[in-house]
């Protein structure tokens, strides 16, 4: 089974716990979008859905397929939130922000009762850091926001690259006109300890640390698909 099919899975089974008239916080990412392309379908069926996307790239799918979309200010409590990682760990602790978007996607989150993440199951790991970490950052002062970023992750134990991230034309802008740093540092032992670290920086608006947002996370793999809870524990 390729990776696309994994996703899809995951997809579906979150699609289980949408409801007619909920009010829907939408994920970015390529799961996401298996999601999205799901939901259009039910929404076409008669399925009842008020969406809120968490990118400009999201509201575009959305958009094309039919899903019906409004703003977080129209609609600032959501019923539940799906959305993709890149990676989960058994608490469910996540790193996300590879599609750029972690900044909505906090909101969104933080806006919802619940938030159920989509993946497959090479985004499991036993400790975050695997992944690049992202860092949104303001763009003025940005070598003093990186120097500070250093100065703080090294004393908690952390070194690695932090790498601008570029498009074509230049540095990566996210939907809210800032840069994105991605921090290589391998494994992050106390990720509450850095998530505070990195909040107590003047020039980094958000990272990519999602803790304590997801209530389950519905994983695909081979053998079928799981769903962790919070803790470690499991069910098929």
Aim: hydrophobic share 45%.
């Amino acid at each position: 089974m390729d990776a696309r099919q994994l996703k899809i899975q995951a997809a579906g089974a979150a699609l289980e716990h949408v409801r007619s008239g909920m009010r829907l916080g939408i994920g970015t990412g390529s799961t996401a979008d298996e999601f999205i392309r799901l939901l259009a379908e039910k929404v076409e069926g008669g399925l009842e859905v008020q969406g809120v996307p968490t990118s400009e790239r999201t509201a575009g799918l959305c958009v094309e397929l039919g899903v019906p979309i409004h703003s977080l200010d129209e609609l600032p409590e959501l019923d539940l939130t799906i959305d993709g990682a890149d990676e989960v760990d058994p608490y469910l602790r996540l790193i996300k922000g590879a599609g750029g978007a972690l900044l909505r996607e906090k909101i969104v989150a933080c806006a919802s009762e619940r938030m159920i993440v989509i993946a497959d199951k090479t985004k499991v790991v036993d400790v975050l850091g695997r992944f690049a970490l992202p860092i949104e950052v303001n763009p003025f002062g940005l070598a003093a926001t990186r120097i500070a970023i250093e100065k703080a992750t090294s004393r908690l134990g952390l070194s690695g690259a932090l790498d601008l991230r570029m498009d074509r034309d230049g540095p990566y802008e996210t939907d809210g006109g800032h840069f994105i740093l991605d921090a290589s540092f391998g494994r992050i032992p106390d990720a509450e300890a850095l998530s505070s670290a990195l909040n107590a920086i003047p020039g980094v608006i958000e990272h990519g640390l999602f803790l304590g947002l997801a209530s389950e996370a519905i994983i695909a793999g081979p053998s079928g698909v799981t769903t962790m809870k919070s803790r470690g524990n499991q069910e098929i």
